[in-house]
């Protein structure tokens, strides 16, 4: 028996902010009271970075508004301009939604949808998904820049030139950022954009993914691998290599001492050494970044069998699937027991 209500928003890669801000649910509800990866406090009504937190969970765990009962009622509250087609998912905080599009980061009141302000990104080419962190808006794009924004005023407080490509979401923690270039994890200041240290693997391979932050270790994928690294120096603590090949490995998620990889299969890896704990093979291709609640496992697949899948963190076992009207790559959320989920293409489905 499925036990989780499952939402189905299909995404339009169109002009318009086609978020999940249809009301004050998943996206802008109340934020852990403790930050889950540095015990810092949170601040309320926030979704602030790419799988919610810096370890990347997609999980909500104090969201209490939007339940089963009531969640089947969401309907569109607004919808706002931005000119160029969006492939990332906005972050929210301080009553205010942000998201990169076209080469510009975009500031709406996430109550009614109004323009705050507009910031075009330090190369102009391809903004990725915002973090918002305690002191600034970070936003890295195409051209391998990185830079912090004023989150209230969009004024530019700096920007780094990272060398490469960032081509994912950068992940916030206490007062660093950490984001990966193609060739490099860099971990910067989030106040005045200062490296604090750089990790290149010894073989070249490549680090494409939005890196998990979770206690002292810092972990990210690449190529066929996994990495953790020391969080304060970015020293390699171990390295996985993944079979068969991987061609689309996802970023990494955390929970409960573990490590969670979506790619050729979807993989559960012992966060402390490394050594696989499971593999789950029947998920597909391509399979999404976890989502990771109540002792389940959430993701996204392609071929053979696309759609929605649930499994046991603790084994890998399998649970149910939920085959979407259309293929997806997106990290679902999960809140209050309900699984949301994005397919293309169409308009809202519940």
């Not at 810092?40 to 919610?52: D, I, K, N, R």
């Not at 969201?63 to 309907?75: M, P, Y």
């Not at 302000?117 to 918002?132: D, F, I, N, Q």
């Not at 979401?169 to 750089?198: C, F, H, K, M």
């Amino acid at each position: 028996m499925v036990e989780e209500e499952i939402v189905k928003i299909r995404r339009k890669l169109t002009l318009l902010i086609n978020v999940a801000l249809l009301s004050s649910g998943v996206i802008a509800a109340q934020q852990s009271a403790e930050n889950l990866s540095s015990g810092l406090t949170a601040p309320a009504a926030t979704w602030s970075q790419y799988g919610f937190l810096a370890n990347h969970s997609s999980f909500n765990q104090t969201e209490n508004t939007l339940t089963r009962a009531n969640v089947s009622s969401l309907t569109w509250k607004w919808a706002g301009e931005v000119g160029a087609p969006i492939a990332s998912a906005p972050v929210v905080g301080q009553g205010i939604a942000y998201v990169a599009a076209g080469g510009t980061i975009f500031a709406f009141q996430a109550s009614d949808g109004t323009p705050v302000w507009s910031h075009l990104s330090c190369s102009g080419v391809g903004t990725v998904e915002a973090a918002l962190g305690s002191q600034a808006l970070l936003v890295g794009d195409g051209g391998g820049d990185l830079a912090a924004y004023d989150p209230l005023t969009g004024n530019q407080i700096w920007c780094s030139d990272e060398r490469g490509a960032i081509t994912s979401a950068p992940a916030v923690d206490t007062d660093t950022v950490y984001i990966t270039n193609g060739a490099s994890v860099v971990a910067v200041d989030q106040l005045t954009g200062t490296e604090r240290w750089r990790f290149t693997p010894s073989d070249f391979s490549p680090v494409t993914n939005t890196p998990a932050v979770f206690r002292k270790r810092v972990y990210v994928t690449g190529g066929n691998s996994v990495f953790a690294l020391a969080r304060t120096t970015g020293q390699q603590l171990w390295r996985t290599d993944l079979e068969p090949p991987q061609y689309n490995i996802s970023a990494p998620s955390i929970a409960g001492g573990a490590v969670y990889v979506g790619g050729s299969n979807l993989y559960a890896l012992r966060g402390s050494d490394g050594s696989l704990l499971w593999t789950q093979g029947m998920v597909g291709v391509n399979v999404s970044m976890p989502a990771i609640a109540n002792g389940k496992v959430f993701v996204n697949s392609q071929d053979p069998l696309f759609g929605l899948w649930a499994f046991r963190a603790d084994n890998g076992a399998f649970l149910w699937r939920n085959r979407m009207p259309e293929e997806s790559l997106a990290t679902v959320a999960v809140a209050n027991g309900v699984v949301f989920d994005v397919a293309e293409p169409g308009g809202l489905a519940g």
